[in-house]
């Protein structure tokens, strides 16, 4: 018994090594397409009017993708709100979890091609069919959002430390409101006032790791 439970930590260690590795990177690389990638381009190439091109770019995002599924969620929530359609993202995240080009590459190495190429017809039949049906169901006002305050009550801004990767977007976005000190947002401490409040919205919204909010 307390080998197995030795193992059993030893696995959990390693999977929070894992998440503590890959969610930073991808809470950047999140910030950056949010900050920098135009709502036109995702919706363009993401959104309801897309058709078989955003199918096609979608699984391409999914299939081509690094890391384990729940990378893709954050990313997934930025593209929803960037315009992306609910059946592409049913896509991305289908693809992402079960039909990335490695985990192919390692399935016809041990099971043959045709095993491979078979299931992925297959795969990739049914997560049309789920995109299709989830969207039907689903609509982008179910999908849970910032919880909005109450202006009047606001006071001062907080950030959470424990959850601030560093990136340094909120300076970027906003210096006269945010600093870095040890690799940390810090709030200078500004009067907040309604204008403050509309200017710091976005700021806010765009953080990757939701480290910043109002209080």
Known sequence: MPDKADVSVKNSMYYVYEMLQIM???????????????????????GEKAGIKGSFFSFLLGSFSAGPIYAAFPISKMLLKKGASI??????????????????????????????????VLTVI???IMACIVSLFVKKEDIPDEEEVDISKITEVR?????????GLCKKLSPEHFEMV??????????????????????????PSKAIGFK
């Not at 950030?159 to 990136?167: K, L, Q």
């Open 24 to 46: 930073p990177v991808i809470f950047i690389l999140t910030a950056i397409i949010e900050a920098w990638v135009p709502k036109e381009v995702i919706m363009n190439g993401f």
């Open 182 to 207: 040890d690799k940390k947002a810090r709030w200078k401490k500004v009067k907040v006032d309604d204008m403050e409040i509309k200017k710091l919205r976005p700021v806010i919204e765009k953080c």
């Open 159 to 167: 950030i959470d430390e424990d959850y601030c990767i560093g990136c």
């Open 87 to 120: 059946g592409n993202i049913v896509i991305i995240l289908s693809s992402w979890a079960v039909i990335k080009i490695p985990m192919l590459a390692n399935e016809a190495k041990f099971l043959g091609p045709k095993f491979m190429g078979i299931r992925w």
């Open 126 to 128: 049914s997560i049309i």
